[in-house]
């Protein structure tokens, strides 16, 4: 069933919980493993699937496209944005290795855009380095423990690219840049910074599709990433996570 969305709706105040992901594919993951039917309705620029988990919780599905501008968007442009309880950010990412081996789950303790702000003769600088922003969101750390804990996933710092890193020296500055990364991927920092507008935690959940290094199409697990990720929002403890973040 396809509805257009309609603010007053009921449907739009039931969903509790927003995941983001950047393409449809990994959207018909998270409803694969979320397991019941979904509802689509008709949002600015793309179609939102609304779902329950055999647990109770309602989710609703966004499919907001690649990169963290995009993302943002897509994430700002739902009128009831302000009414989630909890916005994640989820989809195939880079492992840095030996930490995230493909088909591993990383959870986000820190979602951090690795590649804002200005290069300098000195080096890189960020724009927080700079004065003006920020460049980093702290999800809730007991709900990540949860997580993390429910999954069997490691946690850490996500990165946010806007460039897929594409070489073994790019892949050890970032690494050696941010010692605690797991994984990059291009939309987590974008989907914070629109939850965050509106004062709603926010959480990402990555599966691994290929390491971050030399760029070898022919390693790519795209298949096994999005099956881990159904595996991921089968499994979630949804009412855990919504009670860690405030919302029990
Ligand atoms: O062309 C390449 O070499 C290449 C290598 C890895 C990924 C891509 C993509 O265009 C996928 C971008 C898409 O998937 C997420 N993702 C998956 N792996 C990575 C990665 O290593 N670095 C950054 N993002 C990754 C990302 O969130 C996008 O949604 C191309």
Redesign the pocket.
Known sequence: MTRPYDDEQPEAQAARLLVVT??PAEAEAVLRGLGSDATRLVVPGGELHRARHACGVAVDVLAGG?GPAAAAAATASLPWLHRYELVVSA????GFAPHAPIGSVVVADEILAADLGAQTPDGFLDVAELGFGSVRHTPAPAAVRRAAGALGAAHGTVLT?ST???SAERAAELAARHPRALA????GFGVAEAAARHGVPVFELRTV??A?GP?D?SA?RIGDALAALERAFAHLPYPELLQEVGHG
């Open positions: 950047a393409v690649v989809g195939i990412a880079g690219v897929v890193t594409g990059e991927a291009m939309e599709s290929n971050v760029r199409r790519w």
